[in-house]
């Protein structure tokens, strides 16, 4: 029987927490250091970042991506040759890459970890896409504690791309919803906003995407006016229009670039969804 993979976590936070957790009841032999918040139980609190991962064999940087530089400067004298460091913050793929070279300076292999969702509920099983030259070695360790995850191709910075090209997404629909909401709450229709966005999204498809795309572009100067009357109605509303107004600005953007030529034009068909 091999023995337990030995881990470290640095920050131990809401997702630190979980991961910690999680490792441990797998059969992990977990350690973890983190100034401001309690281990989990049978997590071995360690009094540093160096003193956290100097008998690890794979760690988890989850501090913050502000901290992130500092944690990886501060362990790096304490690291065991072969050590994986799997820095798991949230950070622009240019960051992760001058992380990378600072510890492959030290003779340590960085993996550009991505969390692709949130990690309240799913914990250390929460999607992970990683990418970098270790990304085969740290995936065998994960399935040493029965933890899928799935291998980018590409080096440091892929991983956290894609991330990052997601958020713009999610955390912009997010935003939208939360300031429509307000509107809606405001103008006495909230229940039927709800219910009326939530079907919108069920019946979201690829040719809901394409529709998205080539409608944006066939007509961004009307939907320019849409939503300038938009971010009017919620400012009537007492609601400041941040995303509405910004939105507004996009596609005045668009409209503009698409009319001088200078834009990359997505030509529709008749059936392009005006709704949309």
Same mark, same amino acid.
């Given at each position: 029987?091999?023995?337990p993979?030995?881990?470290?976590? @640095?920050?131990?936070?809401?997702a630190?927490?979980e991961?910690?957790?999680?490792?441990?009841?797998?059969?992990?032999?977990?350690?973890?250091?983190?100034?401001?918040?309690?281990?989990?139980?049978?997590?071995q609190?360690?009094?540093?970042?160096?003193?956290?991962?100097?008998d690890?064999?794979?760690?988890?940087?989850?501090?913050?991506?502000?901290?992130?530089?500092?944690?990886?400067?501060?362990? @790096?004298?304490?690291?065991m040759?072969?050590?994986?460091? =799997?820095?798991?913050?949230?950070?622009?793929?240019?960051?992760?890459?001058?992380l990378?070279?600072? =510890?492959? =300076?030290?003779?340590?292999?960085l993996?550009?970890?991505?969390?692709?969702?949130?990690?309240? #509920?799913?914990?250390?099983?929460?999607?992970?896409?990683?990418?970098?030259?270790?990304?085969?070695?740290?995936?065998?360790?994960?399935?040493?504690? #029965?933890?899928?995850?799935?291998?980018?191709?590409?080096?440091?910075g892929?991983?956290s791309?894609?991330?990052?090209?997601?958020?713009?997404?999610?955390?912009?629909?997010?935003?939208?919803?939360?300031?429509?909401?307000?509107?809606?709450?405001?103008?006495?229709?909230?229940?039927?906003?709800?219910?009326?966005?939530?079907?919108?999204?069920?019946?979201?498809?690829?040719?809901?995407?394409?529709? @998205?795309?080539?409608?944006?572009?066939?007509?961004?100067a009307?939907?320019?006016?849409?939503?300038?009357a938009?971010?009017?109605? @919620?400012?009537?509303? #007492?609601?400041?229009?941040?995303?509405?107004?910004?939105?507004?600005?996009?596609?005045?953007?668009? =409209?503009?670039?698409?009319?001088?030529? #200078?834009?990359?034009?997505?030509?529709?068909?008749?059936?392009?969804?005006?709704?949309?």
């Open positions: 029987m091999s023995a993979l030995r881990v470290a976590v @640095l920050g131990l936070g809401e630190g927490a991961f910690a957790r999680d490792l441990v009841a797998a059969g992990a032999d977990v350690r973890g250091y983190d100034p401001k918040a309690a281990a989990p139980q049978g997590v609190v360690r009094v540093s970042d160096a003193d956290a991962v100097r690890a064999e794979l760690v988890f940087s989850l501090t913050t991506a502000h901290e992130a530089e500092s944690a990886l400067r501060d362990a @790096l004298p304490a690291l040759p072969g050590t994986v460091w =799997a820095e798991a913050n949230t950070a622009t793929p240019a960051s992760k890459v001058r990378a070279d600072e =510890a492959a =300076a030290a003779g340590v292999e993996v550009d970890v991505a969390i692709m969702a949130p990690v309240p #509920g799913r914990g250390i099983r929460v999607p992970m896409q990683v990418s970098g030259p270790p990304a085969a070695r740290f995936a065998a360790m994960m399935r040493r504690v #029965g933890i899928r995850v799935e291998q980018t191709p590409g080096p440091v892929v991983a791309s894609r991330k990052l090209l997601r958020s713009v997404v999610y955390k912009g629909v997010a935003a939208a919803v939360v300031e429509a909401l307000a509107g809606a709450e405001a103008a006495g229709c909230a229940d039927w906003f709800r219910e009326h966005i939530a079907g919108e999204f069920v019946s979201f498809d690829a040719d809901t995407l394409e529709r @998205l795309i080539t409608g944006t572009y066939a007509h961004a009307r939907r320019t006016e849409e939503m300038d938009a971010a009017r109605q @919620l400012a009537d509303l #007492g609601v400041t229009p941040r995303i509405a107004s910004a939105t507004r600005d996009a596609l005045r953007a668009i =409209a503009l670039e698409t009319a001088s030529g #200078g834009g990359t034009q997505h030509v529709g068909t008749e059936s392009l969804g005006e709704h949309r």
